[in-house]
């Protein structure tokens, strides 16, 4: 298991921009992939990014390609989400989750999850 605590969610007006952290504790983070979802009260928690364990291969949802940046430090067992070009219909709670073995884009897939942090982008 990998305990993880995410941070930064805020209120922000459209158009501007947020970072994100997750900080992993536990088992070793180099060893998962990670991921960013995020949920709307009332649906699915949907997939936002993803990170590869070497941090050499991203994954977007096409909704946030060109806008947002994950990213992730082994040595700091961190990964971050570059929010920029905020749109209204980004607000939702983020979910920093963990898995091990390959990508994926499905939330049930992921073994861990922190407690989420929200984000709100006014218009």
């Known amino acids: 298991q990998v305990q993880l605590t995410e941070s930064g969610g805020g209120l922000v007006q459209a158009g501007g921009s947020l970072r994100l952290s997750c900080v992993a504790s536990?088992?070793?983070?180099?060893?998962?992939?990670m991921g960013w979802f995020r949920q709307v009260l009332g649906k699915d928690r949907e997939f936002v990014a993803a990170?590869?364990?070497?941090?050499?291969?991203?994954y977007y949802a096409d909704s946030v390609k060109d806008r947002f940046t994950i990213s992730r430090d082994n040595a700091q067992n961190t990964v971050s989400l570059q929010m920029d070009s905020l749109k209204p219909e980004d607000t939702a709670v983020y979910y920093c989750?963990?898995?091990?073995?390959?990508?994926?884009?499905?939330?049930?897939?992921?073994?861990?999850w922190g407690q989420g942090t929200q984000v709100t982008v006014s218009s």
């Open positions: 990170i590869s364990w070497s941090g050499i291969t991203t």
């Open positions: 536990g088992r070793t983070f180099s060893n998962y992939v």
């Open positions: 989750g963990a898995k091990r073995s390959g990508y994926s884009d499905r939330a049930v897939m992921y073994d861990n």
